[in-house]
């Protein structure tokens, strides 16, 4: 079983909205610090926003006013609300611990902002 599946990609215009999903299969979920990830074509992969097991949350400043990182614990689940999204945003989004761990990338999820 996957331990985390990413959900909720696509292809938006510019200024508009995507909501990305991530499930966590293991119930220990709700300990974590989780952080949503990005990387575009000929980049580094970025952390772009985080979220401590308190609620506690960060932005890199990239998408700070833009970007909700928010988490539901009883459905083990991480959500990016993405709003006024750039053709810069343009990258497959991913989930994972923070800091990342190598057991928890998955395919992640792309999002192409179109101008």
């Known amino acids: 079983q996957v331990p985390l599946a990413e959900s909720g990609g696509g292809l938006v215009q510019a200024g508009g909205s995507l909501r990305l999903s991530c499930a966590a299969s293991?119930?220990?979920?709700?300990?974590?610090?989780m952080g949503w990830y990005r990387q575009a074509p000929g980049k580094q992969r970025e952390l772009v926003a985080s979220?401590?097991?308190?609620?506690?949350?960060n932005y890199a400043d990239s998408v700070k006013g833009r970007f909700t990182i928010s988490r539901d614990n009883m459905k083990n689940t991480v959500y990016l609300q993405m709003n006024s999204l750039k053709s810069e945003d343009t990258a497959v989004y991913s989930c994972?611990?923070?800091?990342?761990?190598?057991?928890?990338w998955g395919q992640g999820t792309q999002v192409t902002v179109s101008t």
């Open positions: 994972n611990r923070v800091p990342s761990s190598g057991r928890y």
């Open positions: 979220i401590t097991s308190g609620g506690s949350t």
């Open positions: 293991e119930s220990i979920f709700s300990l974590y610090n």
